[in-house]
């Protein structure tokens, strides 16, 4: 059996990893007593050659209360919005840090905060779908779903998107909330607690499977547009099998870059579903792109540049291992990455090389770090939130 790195072990052993079946199953059950997690990599001697300037970094509530969840701020209009576990959605000025407005909606948020022309959106571990109002944080509506929601709704062309993890996307009308149809697909036995992000492009909805399914449907009435697989299940176990779509897929000119953990990484034109390569890299943190590469972290920590139109081998850096490294941003010249301390890790995008590092706080940085005006700004457990610039 492959050797799982320590993020993976995380994420398989937190509740039950079997959604919509009933059964729970746990990592103790395939690997035994045996700790055969890999060590975090000791933090290497860097020479620091850029500068990076701490703007502000505030406390903005509880984080994820030492649970891992994917709960990313969203950006949109010089606000940052910002939900933690325990209920509190957050608007924070992105220039100086202050508070614009607070909604404590003294739910379990797990994903979310999801941003769209009208609302900002979240979802909670009992299938509430929240919208509130971006300007004062107001409630607008509350729908239920089927079951938790563990990734960002997303909404465009007054309908809201939203996946749970039994398997279902929802689209809801922006105005009231109200279900205008449902996208259903079975899940496998054993899936990794998470799920990918629906994304919105070009009037169709792209949603990830956590059988290394990706589907494309239309906005308006969920039509199945097409359906590409993009990993095969393989090994002997539940556990070898698992090929989960649990990154968020990204689109860029046309094409749908998308990876799995255990699984491949693949550009899938938007089009059509034709897959236009792949590469055997596994991973489940994210993905980011500029004019010419693709950044992703594989499921060791490592961190790749690909080229885009190839996916051709650019520069790897293992020098992160087993550090839970979140998926890159692109700040500049620079990519960066969060790890398990809660450092911020900038590498040349030519070689790979670091060139910066700085600790955000001393908890842990799930979530990839977020970009705007050459601002980055970074999420911890802990809900401290910080933003970055660099000359």
Not at 108 to 121: D, E, K
Request: with cysteine.
């Amino acid at each position: 059996m492959r050797q799982l790195s320590a993020k993976a072990i995380t994420l398989l052993f937190l509740g039950s990893l079997l959604c919509g079946c009933g059964i729970n199953k746990k990592i103790s059950d395939y690997m035994g007593d045996e700790d055969n997690t890999e060590p975090p990599s000791p933090l290497v001697e860097i020479a620091a050659s850029v500068n990076i300037t701490e703007v502000w970094s505030k406390n903005t509530g509880k984080g994820t209360a030492k649970q891992f969840l994917k709960l990313i701020p969203a950006l949109s209009q010089q606000k940052i919005f910002i939900a933690d576990s325990k209920g509190m959605v957050n608007a924070i000025d992105a220039v100086n840090g202050s508070t614009v407005w607070g909604h404590d909606t003294d739910l379990h948020i797990t994903g979310g905060p999801g941003i769209g022309a009208t609302l900002v959106l979240a979802g909670t571990s009992e299938g509430d779908v929240l919208a509130l109002s971006p300007e004062t944080g107001a409630e607008i509506w509350r729908a239920v779903v089927s079951s938790e929601i563990l990734s960002s709704p997303r909404e465009a062309g007054g309908i809201v998107i939203v996946r749970t993890i039994d398997g279902k996307i929802f689209a809801l009308d922006a105005n009231d909330g109200k279900r205008l149809w449902v996208y259903d697909r079975t899940v496998p036995a054993l899936t990794l607690r998470g799920t990918s992000s629906p994304i919105i492009a070009d009037d169709m909805v792209i949603a990830g499977f956590d059988e290394g399914r990706i589907a494309v449907m239309e906005l308006t009435t969920g039509k199945l547009v097409w359906e590409t697989k993009v990993a095969v299940a393989g090994g002997r176990s539940e556990l070898e099998r698992m090929v989960d779509i649990d990154a968020e897929p990204l689109v860029a000119d046309g094409i749908i870059y998308v990876a799995t953990y255990q699984g491949k990484l693949a550009a899938v034109a938007l089009s059509s579903g034709d897959i236009l390569w792949t590469r055997d890299i596994s991973s489940y943190a994210g993905i980011s792109v500029d004019s010419s590469n693709l950044y992703i972290t594989d499921d060791n920590s490592h961190v790749w540049a690909l080229e885009r139109q190839t996916g051709v081998s650019v520069w790897k850096q293992e020098k992160l291992a087993a550090r839970a490294a979140t998926g890159p941003a692109n700040i500049g010249a620079f990519v960066v990455v969060g790890d398990l301390e809660g450092y911020l890790h900038w590498m040349d995008k030519n070689t790979g090389e670091f060139v910066a590092r700085i600790q955000v706080a001393d908890e842990k940085i799930i979530t990839p770090p977020i970009v705007t005006d050459n601002i980055l700004y970074a999420y911890t457990s802990g809900g401290t939130l910080g933003a970055y610039t660099v000359p």
